[in-house]
T-cell receptor, first 112, second 113 residues
Framework: KQEVTQIPAALSVPEGENLVLNCSFT??????LQWFRQDPGKGLTSLLL?????REQTSGRLNASLDKSSGRSTLYIAASQPGDSATYLC???????????FGGGTRLMVKP | GAGVSQTPSNKVTEKGKYVELRCDPI?????LYWYRQSLGQGPEFLIY????????DSGLPNDRFFAVRPEGSVSTLKIQRTERGDSAVYLC???FGGGGGYTFGSGTRLTVV
């Protein structure tokens, strides 16, 4: 059974810092990996989708990498802003099925 | 529609009552998913539809939970004899059913008192 872990569970940084959120998964036979953002009391907003054949994806200040063989992905946020404060969720879709398996999320607070 | 729509956004019900939660996916998306998210945790898979049929219902916790998608578009998640432990945010997502990403709705916050 696929298990997804996110470290750290919570992170507080001053505005302007570059930061890295980590995601690890136990079964490397994945179809793709997706990073989501969730604001308090809201649904999930997709940030980046990395197919299993890809190594990274970039969108603005966000960069996500994927190392399938080691079961790891990182989300890099450059020049963090208070508006980046949210929970960031990593989710893996396996080759065997269609559902996503989520990590527990990293709660990010960026202080002005 | 432009996004995945879920209604109601909030639902408070008494223990033992029956509830229905509705999901209206993005037009043209053949795949529809239900997830449940407890406070401080990531979403957990409940059931997945491809068209009208439930392709995978392995995440439904017990037989009090049931979901339908009769015309391959709107889906309803039904919970019988609700228990306090059913309190959570119920999220719906849709996709083209291939290798693309998922689009989530804003969820229904269910509180069983």
């Amino acid at each position: 059974k696929q298990e997804v872990t996110q470290i750290p569970a919570a992170l507080s940084v001053p505005e302007g810092e570059n930061l890295v959120l980590n995601c690890s998964f136990t079964d490397s036979a994945i179809y793709n990996l997706q990073w989501f953002r969730q604001d308090p009391g809201k649904g999930l907003t997709s940030l980046l989708l990395i197919q299993s054949s890809q190594r990274e994806q970039t969108s603005g200040r966000l960069n996500a990498s994927l190392d399938k063989s080691s079961g790891r992905s990182t989300l890099y946020i450059a020049a963090s802003q208070p508006g980046d404060s949210a929970t960031y969720l990593c989710a893996v879709r396996d080759n065997a099925g269609n559902m996503l398996t989520f990590g527990g999320g990293t709660r990010l607070m960026v202080k002005p | 529609g432009a996004g995945v729509s879920q209604t109601p956004s909030n639902k408070v019900t008494e223990k033992g009552k029956y509830v229905e939660l509705r999901c209206d996916p993005i037009s043209g998306h053949t795949a529809l998913y239900w997830y449940r998210q407890s406070l401080g945790q990531g979403p957990e898979f409940l059931i997945y539809f491809q068209g009208t049929g439930a392709a995978d219902d392995s995440g439904l916790p017990n037989d009090r939970f049931f979901a339908v998608r009769p015309e391959g578009s709107v889906s309803t998640l039904k919970i019988q004899r609700t228990e306090r432990g059913d309190s959570a945010v119920y999220l719906c997502a849709s996709s083209f059913g291939g290798g693309g990403g998922y689009t989530f709705g804003s969820g229904t916050r269910l509180t069983v008192v």
